[in-house]
């Protein structure tokens, strides 16, 4: 089996490629520097492969290369893409980008699965690293459940060598934090000590991250806490 990863040394990828690898599979990464130097948001040229497993992303574009991607897709058996738990239903741009990609997905004609993850540890980390930045720390009110990329890298090595699923059970990690407590749990561990302010999320993202439209307590688990990923950095 030939499986070409885009994304391939990226957070995610990085984990992927040597799951793959460690199958027997014949596994090439496509990007600017990879084994195919190619950019995604330009014409893509004719992929040999029996699997795509598509992990590249960034907050502009992701539409875009996944179209030029999949038009590159003909003799392609199975089309693997990792997505972002509430594209459909928390209205941010990225979001709704991520959902565009989906959908291109579904109506190629080429068998796919997709996957939607939850935040990753190291977005989550980010995030609450440039909250803590500022003197008093602003706390929105909302709620993650971030999950470890070798559990989301588990579920897309072993997606990506069975047969095509479609949409499959979102995959997010083992617990639900209020934001306040993620913050909190890091500057714990960086040794800092700051006031936090709540604040209130406006319009329609607010109130759909105050319903937990971007949470999963029907999908999977990863294994991985954000405690140990925490105490690990």
């Known amino acids: 089996m030939k499986i070409l990863v885009t994304g391939g040394t990226g957070t995610l990828g990085k984990h992927v490629v040597p799951l793959l690898r460690a199958t027997g599979a ?8 990879g084994d195919i130097a190619c950019d995604l948001l ?17 907050q502009k574009g992701d539409d875009i290369a ?14 693997v893409y990792i997505s972002v738990i509430g594209a ?18 579904a109506s190629s004609g080429v068998p796919f699965t997709i996957l939607r993850a939850a935040q990753f540890h190291e977005l989550t980390l980010t995030m609450v690293r440039g909250l803590a930045k500022l003197p008093i720390v602003p706390v929105p ?12 890298a588990q579920r897309i090595a072993e997606l990506a060598v069975g047969a095509p699923a479609g949409r499959v059970a979102d995959l997010a990690g083992p617990a639900v ?40 307590l029907d999908g999977d688990h990863g294994t991985h806490t954000w405690e140990e990923f925490l105490a690990a950095v």
């Not at 004719?46 to 598509?54: F, G, P």
């Not at 459909?88 to 997905?105: F, M, N, Q, S, Y």
């Not at 709620?143 to 559990?151: M, N, S, T």
């Open 88 to 105: 459909d239903t928390v209205p941010l741009a990225w979001l709704r980008t991520k959902l565009a990609c989906e959908e291109a997905i």
């Open 177 to 216: 934090y209020e934001m306040k407590q993620l913050v909190q749990d890091y500057l714990t561990t960086a040794g800092k000590r700051r006031l936090t302010v709540p604040v209130r999320l406006p319009g329609k993202a607010g109130k759909a991250y105050r319903g937990g439209r971007n949470l999963t």
């Open 66 to 79: 996944t179209r030029n991607l999949l038009a590159a897709c003909a003799g392609v058996r199975h089309f």
């Open 141 to 152: 009110g909302l709620r993650l459940q971030p999950v470890d990329a070798r559990d989301v």
């Open 42 to 58: 330009t014409e893509v040229p004719a992929l040999d492969a029996d699997v795509v497993v598509h992990l590249a992303g960034g």
């Open 26 to 33: 014949d596994v090439v990464t496509l990007s600017r520097h």
